[in-house]
């Protein structure tokens, strides 16, 4: 058989690749394949039915001004975006907040507790803080069990109690020796109880529980405040072994106090930086990357700006998705048609959040150029091999049989 004596042109070459190509489905185009002329998502996703989740196809929503009249009428403040085990802050736990928010706990003494107890007109049972001695060194100190000793009366339970109710105890126990008695009990230093701010806060550390009720805002303030990288709405709050996502965010946005709780002994407050709070902006796209929320706050009109706009040479206006996987209950799709400039008005009213992912697709003459682009190569070095003149031959082609 002659294989080198019929010569097959380059552009049978080319048309055969394209008609590959073709009934392949375009496989042999570079890069994602296009996302137009879809009404669900080719790919199963985790959607949540029940209480499982299940693989399932989403369907896309186009983004019309009635989808953005029913986003802002279901808008609620954020109680957590579900990216975490943390529970959330406003849940109605007892172990959390209390059942009466007027209700201002006073503070228990504990041990390490230094207090002063000042007797009038009995010198004798009060230890004068002088020249040389602080009001600490001349305090008395709650010991580790919990009690004190105190003259006439002997040792006497002081931690858990208030220091009027430690008073109460005191001035009845020495009403038997001293006739009517006036006595008064007051706080020297906090030692006892303890929160502990970490995260992204100036100072982060230990700051000690007073006789003043402290809140997760107030921790913060001690603390030095929150950093530039600080995510105001992830505050997480751990307690007796339960972490809670506590948004200072939405109480500076819609006035939630019960999203600044008081703390208690023990609790850690963590503030979390903003590196979580990313969007992505894929595809045709003047520069392609990841974007960091500034508070939780962009459109999709803001963020296809902050990354230049769309490829005005490759991309195709008409298909523009937001896709939302950290959803709630299921992921979502939306698809927005710019072929108008008008519809940046649309965009601009999008509300987006952590984690989405903007992608826009490529023209259809694009797609058609990057496959030619690719097989011109291939189909330029067939031509030539095949004009090739073989000199061991006598500059001329000899047949194999």
């Not at 007797?119 to 709650?142: C, M, N």
């Not at 430690?166 to 020796?177: D, G, I, N």
Request: glycine letters at 6%; aromatic letters at 8%.
């Amino acid at each position: 058989m002659n294989l080198l004596r019929h010569r097959w042109p380059a552009w049978s070459g080319v048309l055969l690749c394209l008609t590959l190509g073709t009934l392949s489905g375009c496989t042999i185009i570079p890069g994602n394949q296009s996302y137009a002329n879809r009404e669900e998502s080719d790919v199963r996703l985790p959607v949540q039915q029940g209480d499982q989740l299940q693989p399932a196809n989403v369907r896309i929503r186009p983004i019309t001004a009635e989808l953005i009249i029913d986003l802002f009428k279901s808008a609620l403040p954020p109680v957590g975006d579900g990216t975490s085990s943390a529970q959330s802050a406003t849940a109605n736990d007892p172990r959390y907040r209390r059942q009466d928010p007027a209700a201002v706990p006073n503070y228990r003494l504990g041990p390490g507790d230094i207090i002063s107890i000042i007797v009038w007109d009995h010198p004798e049972l009060t230890i004068p803080a002088g020249s040389f001695r602080t009001a600490e060194q001349a305090g008395t100190v709650i010991a580790e069990d919990g009690t004190i000793f105190y003259p006439y009366i002997g040792v006497v339970k002081a931690a858990g109690r208030t220091t009027s109710e430690l008073r109460e105890v005191l001035s009845t126990r020495l009403a038997k020796f001293i006739e009517r008695v006036q006595l008064d009990v007051r706080m020297v230093a906090f030692r006892s109880q303890q929160v502990y701010v970490v995260g992204e806060v100036a100072k982060p550390g230990i700051q000690p529980v007073n006789d003043v009720p402290m809140t997760v805002l107030d921790a913060v303030n001690r603390a030095g405040g929150f950093t530039p990288e600080a995510d105001f709405s992830r505050v997480l709050l751990t307690r007796r072994g339960t972490t809670y996502l506590v948004d200072v965010q939405s109480m500076y946005d819609y006035g939630r106090t019960e999203s600044n709780p008081l703390l208690e002994h023990g609790d850690i407050v963590n503030v979390s930086d903003r590196s979580y709070n990313k969007i992505f902006v894929l595809g045709e796209i003047a520069r392609p990357g990841s974007l960091v929320m500034n508070k939780k706050r962009s459109t999709l009109a803001e963020a296809l700006g902050d990354a230049g706009y769309i490829n005005q040479a490759t991309a195709d206006p008409r298909w523009i998705y937001v896709m939302r996987g950290n959803s709630k209950d299921s992921p979502e799709l939306f698809h927005l048609d710019a072929r108008l400039p008008d519809a940046m008005l649309l965009a601009d009213r999008f509300p987006l959040r952590p984690r989405d992912i903007i992608y826009v697709d490529a023209a259809p003459v694009v797609r058609w150029q990057r496959v030619i682009a690719n097989i011109l190569p291939t189909a330029t070095m067939l031509n030539l091999t095949s004009q090739t003149q073989w000199p061991l031959f006598g500059a001329r082609q000899t047949p194999f049989n």
